[in-house]
């Protein structure tokens, strides 16, 4: 039984442990390291020399988001339409998601449109302009994270 516990024990630690390694010689050794770091190098030089990402820091038509008098109707956001009795929530809805607009003249011909929100639109009309759509701004136009 003593012999059988040993055995158990033998195989047990025999099967843990590592069996002879092969010895590779250093030349070979060294050429996988020069190898690795050669294309190390590479990577970091093609990462050092990486064009310029030629983003949008100052969008010419900041001031038309509702900062000022005249409102984009193409890039601003619902929530501009608040200084505008009348057009929050409903006029303001139907603008936001019928564009964009070439034309501020366009907006007249939003489907389901009835004839007081087509006045209330005209009396704002001359508060409107419609810039291209901005793709920065164009997705908050419904919903811009401000939650009270």
């Given at each position: 039984m003593k012999i059988a516990v040993l055995a158990l024990l033998f195989s047990t630690v025999a099967a843990f442990t590592s069996g002879p390694?092969?010895?590779r010689p250093a030349t070979e050794?060294?050429?996988?390291r020069r190898d690795f770091l050669s294309q190390a190098a590479a990577v970091a030089?093609?990462?050092a020399f990486a064009p310029?990402?030629?983003?949008?820091?100052?969008y010419e038509g900041l001031g038309y988001l509702g900062g000022g008098n005249v409102v984009d109707i193409n890039n601003a956001n619902v929530r501009v339409y608040l200084k505008m009795p009348g057009m929050y929530p409903a006029v303001a809805g139907?603008?936001?998601t019928n564009g964009p607009y070439k034309s501020v003249g366009e907006v007249y011909s939003i489907p389901g449109l009835t004839g007081a929100e087509k006045d209330v639109i005209k009396k704002y009309e001359s508060r409107f302009t419609a810039l291209p759509p901005q793709a920065d701004y164009v997705i908050d136009i419904y919903n811009n994270g401000l939650y009270r």
């Open positions: 390694q092969a010895s050794l060294a050429a996988e030089g093609l990462a310029a990402a030629n983003a949008v820091r100052d139907k603008i936001v």
